[in-house]
């Protein structure tokens, strides 16, 4: 669903922030040859397993150590900043720096894809809600859980913030964001 919403327009540099073992980034790779990725996260561990996963997309793949909220990309580069499952893991101070930084390197015009939690559907997944938020913690996961994700990326210099998806888990509500930088 991340990828169907990138191909319009079809971008040329994405930064894929907090990309894990690199399961989107090589699902991008496959799916838009003639894309530039860069997947950067805090865990020089998890890196190593990503750089495994997209060994075979060779040069057009970087994998950087780096934080989300002090991005080692340079100003308005890249067309596109994906954050996916990273937000919740942030602070509240933290996700502003963080989205700060996507607008920051993004070039006017540029677009942000967020697919993370949002305010639950209903009450049998606010209760899921809460099981996550006893494992990855209240401070981090309360703007989730009261919907205030999306007036944050707007706050942060984003326009025609969107949810493009929304999909019911076994841990809560998922909710897939997209905007526009100002
Ligand atoms: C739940 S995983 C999600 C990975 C991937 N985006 C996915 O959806 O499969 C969260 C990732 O964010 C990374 N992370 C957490 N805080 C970070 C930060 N401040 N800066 C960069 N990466 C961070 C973690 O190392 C981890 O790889």
Same mark, same amino acid.
């Given at each position: 669903?991340?990828?169907?919403?990138?191909? *319009?327009?079809?971008?040329?540099?994405? =930064?894929?922030?907090?990309?894990?073992?690199? !399961?989107?980034? #090589?699902? /991008? &790779? +496959?799916?838009?040859p003639?894309?530039?990725?860069?997947?950067?996260d805090?865990?020089?561990?998890?890196?190593?397993?990503?750089?495994?996963?997209?060994?075979?997309?060779?040069?057009r793949?970087?994998?950087?150590?780096?934080?989300?909220?002090?991005l080692?990309?340079?100003?308005?580069?890249? *067309?596109?900043?994906?954050?996916?499952l =990273?937000?919740h893991?942030?602070?509240g101070? !933290?996700?502003? #720096?963080? /989205? &700060? +930084?996507?607008?920051?390197?993004?070039?006017?015009?540029g677009?942000?894809?967020?697919?993370?939690?949002?305010?639950?559907?209903?009450?049998?997944?606010?209760?899921?809600?809460?099981?996550?938020?006893?494992?990855?913690?209240?401070?981090?996961?309360?703007?989730?859980?009261?919907?205030?994700i999306?007036?944050?990326?707007?706050?942060?210099?984003f326009?025609?913030?969107k949810?493009?998806?929304?999909?019911?888990t076994?841990?809560?509500?998922l909710?897939?964001?997209?905007?526009?930088?100002?």
């Open positions: 669903m991340i990828a169907e919403v990138l191909s *319009d327009p079809q971008p040329h540099a994405v =930064v894929d922030v907090g990309a894990g073992t690199g !399961t989107f980034v #090589a699902e /991008l &790779a +496959e799916r838009a003639g894309v530039k990725i860069s997947g950067i805090g865990d020089p561990a998890i890196l190593a397993r990503a750089a495994e996963k997209v060994a075979q997309f060779g040069a793949i970087e994998l950087r150590e780096g934080l989300a909220q002090q080692p990309i340079a100003e308005d580069s890249v *067309d596109v900043v994906v954050m996916t =990273v937000l893991h942030l602070d101070v !933290t996700k502003r #720096a963080a /989205l &700060a +930084e996507a607008r920051r390197v993004l070039r006017p015009g677009r942000i894809v967020v697919a993370d939690w949002g305010k639950p559907v209903d009450r049998f997944s606010r209760g899921l809600f809460f099981l996550l938020q006893l494992l990855d913690g209240f401070d981090t996961t309360r703007a989730h859980a009261a919907g205030e999306p007036q944050l990326i707007e706050a942060c210099g326009e025609n913030v949810r493009a998806g929304r999909w019911p076994a841990w809560g509500t909710e897939l964001l997209t905007g526009t930088s100002r």
